[in-house]
């Protein structure tokens, strides 16, 4: 299976430097580590799913699409800000940010839990991304964020599909599969986006994980509006083996809502003002 589309296909002409939000420069500078860094994820998924051909190949594919996210908003952000030096900061973000490659077992515990997760984290992104594009008023990024945020939710259906097949062996029960995907939900506190953003943007002094934090979630978290959480709740609760929608779904993407935009309000007020690096 070949990628969806390539970065040839972006019309990079359209850039606008006029329109560039530095905020959302400084969103994209650590977004683009990440997805660039996905290689490292398709060792550890061949290490766990060591004898399952099919989705092994199928992870590998995964791998070369987020790898190229990573190249597209690289390559924005450096039309952004000229003195982005994607591949230093890459290199501080994966010197200073390890991952345990060679573990052959999922740390999830099992492979649906490992599949669950990966959902988790696809619905994140896609997500993310849809809130990027209708956040931002510069052309290119739109256009970018839009072909990503397709590629996460395809993603999202991928993992699916291939946790289903092992939840039918494994026959894991519901209390497992709530505790992974709000442990997955919790992991989103961690160190990965934290230190992607500290080295993307160049933040004073040695890595603090709760400055960088913040600064990260005070510019991320206002993106969102209530049509991105109703819609990432939704998938979730599918992934969880939910699979009619339930009245009580809605309230819960409201509430979900409203607990974001009080961490976005208490990011924000914690965030020290020299955090902020500006577009050049």
Sequence with gaps: MSKRWSIDDIDWSRFDRSKVSSRLLEIVRAAAMVEYRSGDYVTYLCNVFTDDEEFKAAARVW???EIQHGLALAQWAR??????????????FTEGFHLELERNESIRGSRTGELLA?????IGTSSFYSAIRDASEEPVLREICTQIARDEFA?????????????????????YRLRTALMRAIETQDDELSYAFHAGNSLPGPYDR??????????????????HVERGIFMALK??????????????????????????????????????????
């Design 63 to 65: 791998g070369e699409e």
């Design 79 to 92: 039309m952004a800000d000229p003195t982005f030096d994607f591949e230093a900061s890459y290199r501080e």
């Design 118 to 122: 990966r959902c988790m984290v696809e």
């Design 155 to 175: 993603h999202y259906g991928l993992f699916r599909r291939h946790m289903e097949r092992y939840q039918a062996r494994e026959g894991k029960g519901m209390g």
């Design 210 to 227: 709760k400055q960088a934090n913040s600064a990260y979630a005070a510019r991320a978290l206002p993106l969102y509006q209530p049509g």
């Design 239 to 280: 992934a969880l083996g939910f699979e009619r929608e339930w009245s009580w779904q809605r309230g819960l993407a409201t509430l979900a809502y409203r607990l974001l935009r009080v961490r976005a309000r208490m990011a924000d007020d914690s965030t020290p003002p020299d955090t902020q690096r500006h577009a050049a």
